[in-house]
């Protein structure tokens, strides 16, 4: 195994010694398996640090049918909210008291208060709603972390809302940033939902959104736990078993 020896991305000292405030839009496919590994991250860094983690989600879909295979809910959730749903099970399963919200951001919550705010959301036009909302904020979050997938691939970036060096030292470009296209609001949305599991599954892999959100949250937990992180995300491919990771900007 070859040392790690590139550029790094340090946490700043800001977040010592407290909780921090994350953010977590969508509670999907994504959304769903990040909240429950939220819930593991927050045990960790409270045995290893003195951090620990404030969660609020925000959604407003109700669980479907469709959702029992590849997200994190049972036939006993049909018709109740995901966020309040999910978020209620980790709350009694851990001693917690996170917040959940039913409704659409950036509408229904401020963004701009979170220190981190991850978005698992399905269309390029949320992402640019986020981020309008962001930049008309008076104050910014310190990271913006974001996951997007199709079928079989997806891709995971962690950011720094705001302009020049920011509160993050060498600022890391935002979802928005690293992928223009997103920007373009011309491009149509793909969010069609589905009616079944059967047809759930035709559109995207089973285990998708689980091994993103996994990856997602170990890149996490580096940051935050270990203070440090050598990547900004990765573009995962199930189809063809490869990860590529997305680095950091070059501070030369």
Known sequence: MQPDIGERHYLPAAFDDRSIRILLVGCGGNGAQILMGLASLDTALRAISSRSLNVTVVDNDIVSEANLAR?????????????????????LAHGLSWEAVHGRAPAAIGVGEADILITCVDTASARRALGAAIAKSRTTPSYWM???????????????????????????????????????????????????????????????????????????????????????????????GQAVPIPLPSCG
């Open 146 to 240: 974001d996951l997007g997938n199709r079928a079989t691939d997806g891709q995971y970036l962690i950011g720094c809302p705001g302009r020049g060096d920011g509160k993050c030292g060498t600022r890391l470009p935002t979802v928005l940033e690293y992928f223009p296209e997103l920007a373009d609001e011309s491009a149509a949305d793909d969010d069609a939902p589905s009616c079944s599991v059967a047809e759930a599954l035709e559109r995207q892999s089973l285990f998708v959104n689980r091994v993103l959100a996994s990856h997602a949250l170990s890149l996490l937990f580096d940051l935050l736990g270990r203070g440090s992180i050598a990547r900004a995300g990765a573009v995962i491919n199930l189809a063809s």
């Open 71 to 91: 997200q994190p809910f049972y036939r006993c959730d049909l018709g109740h909210s995901k966020a309040r749903t999910l978020t209620e099970r980790i709350n």
